[in-house]
C-alpha cells in the first residue's frame, strides 16, 4: 500500500498499535516506528506516548493532530483524482474531424474504447482542413484529422515553421464520380481534362482545395457550376444530373447506388494524418484514444 508518513502516522493512532498497523499495511514495524519517529523530528515535538493501555496523542501530538489529518486527507483525495483521470472517468474527449472519417473510421473506434473505458464522453467538431488546424491551435479541440498535403501548404505559407505535431494515418483516393448514365461512365479512366469540361459540383473546403490545386497545378480551368458544404448534397445533386464531381474513395463508399464512380487518370491521393498542438500537454484520455486510434489503424495496415 502506498502510503506518506501523514497516513501511516493517523493510522497508527487510530489503531492505537504500532504492530497492528504494521501488519495492516503491509510494512514491517520497526519501519512504522521510524516513520513516527521521523515525523515527530520534522514537527519537534513527540506525538504519541505508549502506555500499559496503548498509543496516546500528546498535548502536542492533539495540537498538531487535525492538520496531520488535513494533510493525509488531501492526499488520498489526489489519489482518488489520479486514478479516476487514469480511468479517463468523466473525460470528454474532442475531435476534429470531416465526412469521411466520421463516418467510416471514428464510430467503431469509439465503441471499443468505450468498452475499455466506459466513463468517457467524445464531441465531434466537423469542419475542414483551415477550421480543424484552427481548432486545434485555439485549443477548441484536443486534436483533428487533418490532410498531409495541406499541412505542408499551409506550413510553407506561414511563418515560423511547423506548428502542429502530425502522426500518418492512411491514403484516400480521390475518384471521379458521374450519373451512371454519363456518357465519361464508358470510360475506366477519366482525365482532369474530361472533369474540367463538365458541370462541376465541388465541396467547399475552405482555403484549401485539393481538386483546385490540381486543376491549377495542370493548367486547367473548371467549369464549376456548384459549391456545397456536405458531401452526401454533392452525391444526390450527381443522382439528379446536376453536374459530376471529384470524391474521396472512403466517402462514396457504399453510397455508389445510381453513381458511376471511375478511377482519375491522374490518380490523386491525399495523407490522412492526425494533428495536435503539444503532445505532452494534451489530456490524458485524449493522449489515451489517440494512441488508440493510430495503433489500430497500423493494426488494419492502412498506413
Keep these: ?43 519537534g515535538a513527540t506525538l504519541i506516548t505508549r502506555g500499559r493501555e496503548g498509543l496516546h496523542l500528546t498535548r502536542d501530538g492533539e495540537a498538531y493532530m487535525p492538520y496531520i489529518q488535513s494533510v493525509y486527507q488531501a492526499e488520498r483525495a489526489l489519489q482518488e483524482k ?25 464510430p467503431r473506434l469509439m465503441q471499443e474504447f468505450k468498452t475499455r473505458y466506459p466513463g468517457v464522453h467524445f464531441e465531434l467538431v466537423q469542419g475542414e482542413y483551415t477550421s480543424i488546424e484552427h481548432d486545434i491551435l485555439s485549443g477548441r479541440i484536443d486534436f483533428g484529422f487533418t490532410s498531409l498535403e495541406y499541412m ?10 511547423r506548428r502542429l505535431g502530425t502522426e500518418k494515418l492512411y491514403q484516400d483516393e480521390m475518384l471521379a464520380v458521374l450519373p451512371e448514365d454519363h456518357p465519361l461512365a464508358q ?5 482532369l481534362a474530361d472533369l474540367a469540361d463538365d458541370a462541376l459540383i465541388l465541396l467547399d473546403e475552405g482555403k484549401y482545395s485539393m481538386p483546385l490545386n490540381l486543376f491549377s497545378a495542370a493548367g486547367l480551368k473548371p467549369h464549376i457550376e456548384y459549391k456545397v458544404t456536405d458531401d452526401y448534397t454533392i452525391l444526390a445533386m450527381i443522382r439528379q444530373h446536376l453536374g459530376v464531381s471529384m470524391m474521396f474513395e472512403r466517402v462514396v463508399r457504399g453510397f455508389e447506388q445510381g453513381l ?22 494534451m489530456p490524458i484520455a485524449a493522449g489515451k484514444f489517440a494512441d488508440y486510434i493510430v495503433q489500430e489503424i497500423r493494426k488494419d495496415g492502412e498506413i
Excluded at 187 to 191: G, P
Excluded at 260 to 281: G, N, Q, Y
Design 1 to 43: 500500500m502506498d502510503i506518506s508518513r501523514y497516513g501511516i502516522f493517523c493510522e497508527v493512532v487510530k489503531n492505537g498499535n504500532i504492530t497492528r498497523t504494521a501488519e495492516l499495511l503491509g510494512y514491517s514495524q520497526s519501519a512504522v516506528s521510524q516513520t513516527v519517529k521521523s515525523l515527530e523530528k520534522e514537527m
Design 82 to 106: 489520479e486514478r479516476e483521470i487514469q480511468g479517463l472517468s468523466g473525460s470528454l474527449i474532442r475531435i476534429g474531424t470531416f465526412t469521411s472519417v466520421s463516418r467510416n473510421i471514428l
Design 152 to 161: 505542408n501548404r499551409a506550413e510553407t505559407d506561414a511563418e515560423g515553421g
Design 187 to 191: 470510360q475506366e479512366y477519366i482525365s
Design 260 to 281: 458511376a464512380v471511375r478511377h482519375i487518370r491522374e490518380r490523386p491521393l491525399r495523407t490522412i494524418v492526425l494533428a495536435w498542438r503539444d503532445r505532452k500537454t
